[in-house]
């Protein structure tokens, strides 16, 4: 297996934590390249279902060596406990290592999070309050702190107190109680001694496991729509989901990512704010987000959901260039008689296959064309041949309009409904 880049297409929970588990049975190193505990990734398999967060989708693949890349920012409390959940169902982390390379993400980015949320009142982002932006801004400000800096306590506490003279200034003026260094450092600190020798330097095992010809795969979050230059900006991730983000967060050279495989769902959905031309409202979105169980994994909320938008997914693989789609939950769609597929937009009068920006396309409306539904389950099919007519129709409808062939057929979350 060459090095594999799963990236999502959409706006984000597309199933990548599921297409990852799956070829992370075969994988000999597994990598998450961006992104923080902002993410969910849902994994359903022998061992029951899991909600990852940090943690690579490949650790449930007691061979594959499992990394928090680099280009992550990691709030280490949050990670030992995911490690603590994982370990408690019998999941061994031994595998696990956190790049010394990547940032922390410190108690004073998630409450600064929640601080920016609520000053930005109607125009607030839908962040899922974590801190991910604060610390991301820290990071490209020249604020942020290193992972590797824990293994000097004192410098550490230094750094930290410095870093919360301003911090404490901004916290203050929003009306909220300051934080204490000390105490900011010992649970930074205490994480970091329980994660212990498993911080270290990954770009040689990296190196050496692209020099031996191992299988590498680089596991990214949320989708091309929230990536920080592509999508609709400011309603974006702050970090680079995009395959091209996954060489520099992965630490891996861009030409060794052969295969880039591009996630998407059969329809769309997408959790906080922004445009998002194809959604459907009232009791129609209502009906597919119960069906579909369309709840965020990170937070429980109700998802925006929408019919599928070849225009987002080609502006995707004009990015990525996928060497091949995984499509999810098809299954899904086996309750409608007619499926919307949007093909264009209509915009200021003239139709487009463009991705405007965030403002232009807040007045986007879908050119639909109308698909012929299923009108059945597809649980028990075992080949891609053996879907009914008008499924593989659809399918087929994607791979045109989006320009990538499609490798993976989702038909339910587990691991094993996945037609090759
Ligand atoms: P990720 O962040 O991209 O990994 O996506 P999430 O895990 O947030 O959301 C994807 C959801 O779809 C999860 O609940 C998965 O278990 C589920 N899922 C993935 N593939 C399929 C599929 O083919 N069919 C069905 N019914 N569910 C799926």
């Known amino acids: 297996m060459p090095v594999t880049a799963v ?19 075969e994988a000999d190193v597994v990598i998450r390249y961006q992104g923080g505990n902002n993410a969910g990734h849902t994994v359903v398999n022998q061992h029951g279902t899991f909600k990852l967060h ?18 992550t920012v990691v709030d280490l409390k949050v990670l030992c406990e995911e490690l603590r959940n994982l370990e408690a169902h019998g999941i061994s982390t031994a595998n696990l290592r956190v790049s010394d390379r990547a940032h922390l993400l410190m108690p004073y980015h998630t409450l600064l999070d929640r601080l920016d949320e609520r000053e930005r009142g109607r125009q607030k982002l839908g962040t899922t309050g974590q801190g991910v932006g604060p610390a991301y801004a820290d990071k490209v400000a020249r604020h942020g702190i290193q992972v ?13 107190a410095h870093e919360l003279e301003t911090k404490n200034k901004v916290i203050e003026r929003f009306g909220d109680k300051p934080l204490d260094a000390k105490q900011v450092a010992d649970e930074v600190l205490s994480a970091a001694a329980t994660l212990g020798d498993r911080i270290v330097d990954t770009l040689p095992l990296v190196e050496d496991a692209v020099r031996t010809d191992a299988r590498v795969l680089l596991e990214g979050q949320l989708g091309a729509m929230r990536d920080l230059d592509w999508g609709i900006y400011p309603y974006v991730t702050s970090s680079n989901p995009l395959a091209g983000g996954a060489a520099v967060g992965a630490g891996i050279p861009p030409r060794y990512i052969t295969r880039v495989i591009g996630v998407v769902k059969a329809y769309s959905t997408a959790v906080g704010e922004g445009p998002f031309p194809t959604e459907m409202h009232g009791k129609e ?18 998802r925006r959901v929408g019919w599928f938008d070849a225009v987002a997914a080609r502006h995707a693989h004009r990015l990525n260039a996928f060497t091949e789609l995984a499509v999810t939950k098809l299954d899904v769609l086996g309750a409608y008689r007619e499926i919307p597929f949007c093909v264009a937009y209509r ?32 649980a028990g099919v075992s080949d891609r041949d053996h879907l009914p007519k008008a499924a593989r129709d659809y399918l087929a409808k994607i791979e045109a309009s989006v320009g990538a062939p499609i490798g993976m057929v989702g038909i339910g979350p587990e691991r094993s409904a996945t037609l090759l």
């Open 7 to 25: 990236v999502g297409a959409q706006w984000g929970d597309e199933g990548k934590g599921k297409i990852t588990d799956l070829l992370a049975q």
């Open 54 to 71: 940090l943690v690579p989708s490949g650790i449930f693949n007691p061979n594959a060596l499992c990394i928090v890349g680099p280009g």
């Open 148 to 160: 590797y800096e824990v293994r000097d306590p004192k410098r550490f506490r230094a750094h930290v």
């Open 285 to 302: 979105g209502d009906a597919l987000r119960e069906m579909a169980n369309e709840y965020g994994a990170t937070t429980g909320r109700p």
């Open 347 to 378: 915009l200021d009068g003239r139709t487009t296959t463009d991705m405007p920006p965030t403002a232009v396309l807040e007045r986007a409306t879908p050119v639909y064309e109308t698909c012929v539904g299923w009108c059945g389950a597809l």
